[in-house]
């Protein structure tokens, strides 16, 4: 204790001698374990200002003795995954869409490549989920225009759907039956009502019974006689539940009237081949593929 400063009467512990509007200071030195930390980590970070870049300079820091950079870390394992993905991608080109669907590894890989590829390119018109949406189809179901086996959707997918910038397109018109005087607007009832009933709709059964000749002699070719559909054509099966737009009487009517044609692009040039395959698998895998 120095021989100028005091003993506090309260704390019992010496003061510095220092005082402020009458409060003394008192003399309570660290821990020396904290004060063996500090120094420790003070001569840490002298070594690590050392061995690894800490300080600044005009045009970079040090590089340190041991000339380490994160960014040449990360580059080299971006690098790494570059090279394995170049890999899969050279199998996946090497590779037609059903020995892709075989192999369990490759087909994992097209799997998750044509989800995000799907995100960016189509999920806009089929969706998130590829759940589909008014005039664009559902993915996840086992109903397909023009075929749902995996080179069917390749194909589509490749060359797309009525785009005449591709010779290779799926191309098929539904007449304007009402719109050019096919048939008469009676004749546009009765058949949508047999479309009705054969979807196992509500339905006018003695107007279906007319519809059922009609169908017959201007649907069937395309449709099939009992609505079953053709891949051939693009024509939709009419004796399900599934609609492009709605399956209610009017918008039947209006369909047949004057028909609304969808168009999808041809994504071949556009993604390349490698991306087409993916997106393929990747639907394919939604479940609802042949």
Not at 73 to 86: G, N
Not at 88 to 99: L, M, P, Y
Not at 241 to 254: F, P, Q
């Amino acid at each position: 204790m120095s021989d100028h400063n005091e003993i506090d009467s309260v704390s019992g512990v010496e003061t510095t001698g220092h005082s402020w509007d009458g409060i003394k200071e008192l003399n309570n030195p660290l821990p020396r374990w904290w004060l063996w930390t500090f120094y420790a980590c003070i001569a840490f970070a002298a070594v690590y200002s050392i061995v690894y870049p800490a300080w600044p300079g005009f045009t970079s820091a040090s590089k340190g003795i041991w000339n380490w950079s994160s960014r040449v870390d990360i580059r080299h394992e971006l690098d790494a995954a570059e090279q394995a993905k170049a890999e899969q991608f050279a199998e996946i080109k090497s590779h037609d869409i059903n020995a892709i669907l075989a192999d369990e590894k490759l087909r994992g890989f097209a799997v998750a490549a044509g989800s995000s590829i799907f995100k960016v390119h189509c999920a806009t018109c089929h969706g998130s989920g590829a759940q589909g949406s008014a005039g664009f189809p559902n993915l996840n179901d086992n109903a397909w225009l023009w075929g749902g086996k995996p080179d069917q959707i390749l194909h589509t997918i490749t060359h797309g759907i009525r785009d005449t910038s591709d010779p290779d397109t799926h191309s098929s018109q539904m007449p304007n039956f009402g719109k050019d005087a096919i048939l008469k607007p009676d004749e546009i009832s009765a058949v949508a009502n047999f479309v009705r009933q054969i979807s196992k709709q509500d339905a006018d059964p003695k107007l279906a019974a007319v519809g059922a000749g009609v169908f017959k002699d201007n649907c069937s070719a395309c449709h099939g006689d009992t609505g079953d559909g053709k891949i051939e054509f693009g024509a939709p099966k009419l004796n399900d539940a599934i609609w492009a737009y709605s399956g209610d009487l009017a918008a039947i009517e209006r369909q047949i009237n004057n028909p609304r044609h969808g168009m999808m692009p041809a994504w071949g040039k556009k993604l390349g081949e490698i991306s087409v395959k993916d997106v393929a698998v990747y639907v394919h895998s939604l479940g609802g593929g042949e």
